[in-house]
């Protein structure tokens, strides 16, 4: 029989439970804390940290903002590691570490080039050197900072540079761009605040801005700047005046004449009736430079309603009827200015030139006479006087206005030759000449002075001068034939016929038609012997004069001592046949004939003789010795016609 083993003891069954439990229970623990130790899938859960004394949490993956001067301690990293067994923070460009020992400032861990820039750290948790989580730290620092730097700089470019990196960081804060707007003005960086101010307006409804951008273009200056803004600001407010008078103002001075006058229109019609004058002298001025000159005469006029004593006005209405071709009115509104401005000379010899063109001399006389009083020396009166004084035919006068000018202007060539002119026709030969001698000096090709010296020379006598101006008109002018005459004169009263021979030649060649210069050759050629070429230009002579008797005759009386008897009785017959009871040439004649029947008779040419003495029979019957002389030959050749028969 088996036997059945008894019962364990109580106490010893409640013992084996306790350990079996306890170990159970250990296992289970040890499970756990590996499993928390090292688990599967190591995760982040949350950052825990104090900003500037106040707890943040941040979740994985969010991101916090800071500011460079922020106090920050990390408290705690969250994760289903225990104990964050091999966990830890890494970040770029920051010692992310520091803050989980101490509280420190962010500017502390930054290097000085990134506290005002815009920095973004990412702080990564890992475990060993696997990434599970991260959160971002964005820090950057405010406006303020930008602007607290900017004070504390004293280089105005350095400020401006500052600026323009703020107006990068933060491009749409308005603080900046107007600080920035005033170190561009202060730095006379025109183009650049205008640039700046034109971004604003664009983002900004704000009316003082394009006041500031009109500033700045008129600072340029830039005109066309200038007009858009005051274009704008005219949009904005389209009854205001002033801006409406700066624009056509602008335009004005930037020959935009049609633009402005069209803005000064406008005004017109928009001012009170005490304020238009501006307005129409302006427009009175622009019309006329945009040759709209009627329209500019009603503007002036009016401007003359409202104030009729600005001088300007009737000397601006005075041109511009003259431009029109009234010259009535033109005088009328000159008069007009000079009463009210009698000391302005100028305006008197503007009247005094038209009253002279337009022939009322003396009343121009009047006006010039009044600028000579109050300005002696004025050379324009002095001229415009001598141009009436000649009008008049006031040589004396004229002589005395020409001094003066002299006196201002003494090396005047023209003033020089007029002078001398004058006085040469006021007969004061004597006074032309110092005249003539030094315009001939500046001028000595030029024949009109050489003329006017070469008479006065022979008006008062100075022969010697005359002959040597005489020769210069000469060698200037050889067609001249008037220095001639005088050559002539003063040679042959001289005894010097070479000379005139010499001369008058250059004279016949010059004027082979020219009677008188032939008649000198021929009288220098028999004052020197030559009477072969005397009587050659004798010859000359008669094509010219054929029934000159008196040459006709002297040149027969010359042939018959040359020996020419044919030609001599040749030209006393001509001589008779024009003049038949000349009674030189009939002597002539007679005396010829008698010569060459003698001739004839003593060669025995008894028929040649009888028929020459048959001939001065005809011509002068009654004469004994032709009759006797044809009665012994007639007898002497009786015997030989009786022979013959």
Not at 434 to 445: A, L
Request: hydrophobic share 40%; glycine share 4%; net charge neutral.
């Amino acid at each position: 029989m088996i036997q059945r083993p008894g019962k364990r003891p109580k106490g010893r069954r409640s013992a084996l439970s306790i350990t079996l439990l306890v170990t159970v229970l250990s296992l289970l623990l040890i499970f756990f804390i590996g499993r928390r130790l090292f688990p599967a899938a190591p995760q982040f859960y949350s950052l825990l940290l104090e900003k500037n004394d106040q707890p943040l949490r941040l979740l994985n993956g969010e991101s916090l903002q800071f500011h460079p001067q922020d106090n920050v301690r990390i408290i705690e990293v969250a994760t289903n590691v225990l104990f964050n067994l091999r966990i830890r923070l890494a970040a770029k460009d920051l010692d992310v570490a520091a803050l989980q020992n101490e509280k420190l400032p962010l500017s502390a861990l930054l290097p000085s080039q990134a506290l005002l820039s815009k920095n973004q750290f990412r702080v990564v948790v890992k475990r060993d050197n696997v990434d599970i989580g991260f959160v971002d730290f964005v820090v950057e620092p405010y406006v303020e900072d930008w602007l607290e730097k900017v004070e504390r700089t004293i280089d105005p470019e350095r400020r401006a540079e500052i600026l323009e990196q703020a107006r990068a960081f933060a491009p749409g804060d308005r603080r900046i761009r107007l600080r920035l707007l005033e170190e561009y003005k202060s730095l006379k960086k025109w183009p650049k605040a205008a640039q700046l101010l034109e971004e604003m307006i664009r983002e900004e409804d704000d009316p003082k801005l394009l006041v500031d951008l009109l500033e700045v273009h008129e600072s340029t200056p830039n005109p066309n700047g200038v007009i858009s803004v005051l274009r704008r600001l005219l949009a904005r407010d389209p009854q205001s005046t002033e801006l409406r008078f700066r624009l056509a103002r602008t335009l004005e001075k930037n020959d935009k004449r049609d633009e402005a006058i069209k803005q000064y229109e406008i005004l017109l019609d928009r001012i009170k009736p005490d304020e238009k004058l501006t307005i129409y002298k302006t427009l009175g001025y622009l019309y006329s430079k945009s040759h709209q000159v009627d329209k500019a005469i009603d503007a002036y006029l009016k401007a003359i309603e409202l104030d009729k004593k600005d001088v300007n006005l009737y000397y601006n209405l005075a041109g511009l009827y003259e431009k029109a071709g009234d010259k009535n009115r033109a005088n009328q509104y000159l008069g007009e200015a000079v009463k009210i401005k009698p000391d302005d000379l100028e305006s008197r010899l503007l009247l005094a030139e038209d009253l002279m063109n337009r022939g009322n001399l003396r009343e121009a006389e009047n006006h010039l006479a009044f600028v000579l009083q109050k300005k002696p020396d004025s050379v324009r009166a002095l001229v415009l006087m001598s141009n009436i004084l000649e009008k008049q035919g006031d040589k004396k006068r004229l002589i005395q206005t020409y001094e003066k000018l002299l006196l201002l202007d003494p090396n005047s060539e023209t003033l020089v030759y007029n002078l001398g002119v004058l006085e040469y026709e006021t007969g004061n030969f004597l006074k032309s000449i110092p005249h003539f001698e030094r315009y001939v000096k500046w001028h000595p090709r030029e024949v009109s002075p050489h003329r006017y010296l070469f008479e006065a020379y022979k008006k008062e006598k100075k022969d010697a001068l005359a002959f040597s101006e005489a020769k210069t008109l000469l060698s200037l002018n050889p067609k001249d034939v008037s220095p001639y005459h005088f050559i002539f004169e003063h040679l042959s009263s001289r005894g010097n016929f070479k000379e005139v021979a010499e001369l008058m030649r250059n004279g016949v060649s010059s004027f082979p038609d020219n009677t008188d210069l032939r008649q000198y050759l021929i009288l220098a050629y028999l004052r020197v012997g030559n009477e072969d070429l005397a009587l050659r230009e004798m010859g000359e002579l008669l094509k010219l004069k054929p029934k000159d008797v008196t040459l006709l005759l002297q040149f027969a009386t010359l042939g018959e001592k040359q020996g020419k008897d044919k030609e001599a009785l040749e030209t006393y017959e001509r001589i008779l046949a024009l003049s038949p009871n000349h009674k030189e040439a009939r002597e002539g004649q007679l005396s010829l004939l008698f010569r060459q029947a003698r001739v004839e008779e003593r060669e025995g040419n008894i028929k040649e003789a009888l028929s020459l003495y048959k001939k001065i029979l005809d011509v002068a019957p009654g004469n004994e010795e032709a009759e006797e002389s044809y009665l012994r030959l007639r007898l002497k050749t009786l015997p030989l016609e009786e022979g013959r028969r």
